[in-house]
Nanobody, 124 residues
Framework: QVQLVESGGGLVQAGGSLRLSCAAS????????MAWFRQAPGKEREFVAT????????AYADFAKGRFTIARDNAKNTGYLQMNSLKPEDTAVYYC?????????????????WGQGTQVTVSS
């Protein structure tokens, strides 16, 4: 088992930045890929970004490319999502997830462990 706790969400104006954190405990978080997903009201959960267990490979959804950066610090058992140039359409609950594979994926069913989510609200 692994427990994931997100933090860093909040209210920000369009064009602003936020840095989300995902603190992990339990099972060896550093051995597996992790990802960020988000879910806006009335919409399905969608993939945001993923990072390989070693941190040397990342992948992003098209909307995140150039604005968001995923990172991890395995020594601290923590993952991050730096979000810049935020837009109102980025408003959602953001979830971190820990995979059962070494490499990341956009497929949410490959992630066995999920945090409770953190709200991000971007005002126009």
């Amino acid at each position: 088992q692994v427990q994931l706790v997100e933090s860093g969400g909040g209210l920000v104006q369009a064009g602003g930045s936020l840095r989300l954190s995902c603190a992990a405990s339990g099972r060896a978080f550093s051995w597996y890929a992790m990802a960020w997903f988000r879910q806006a009201p009335g919409k399905e959960r969608e993939f945001v970004a993923t990072i390989r267990w070693s941190g040397d490979a990342t992948a992003y959804a098209d909307f995140a490319k150039g604005r968001f950066t995923i990172a991890r610090d395995n020594a601290k058992n923590t993952g991050y999502l730096q979000m810049n140039s935020l837009k109102p359409e980025d408003t959602a609950v953001y979830y971190c997830a820990s995979s059962t594979y070494y490499s990341g994926s956009y497929k949410d069913f490959e992630y066995a462990f999920w945090g409770q989510g953190t709200q991000v609200t971007v005002s126009s």
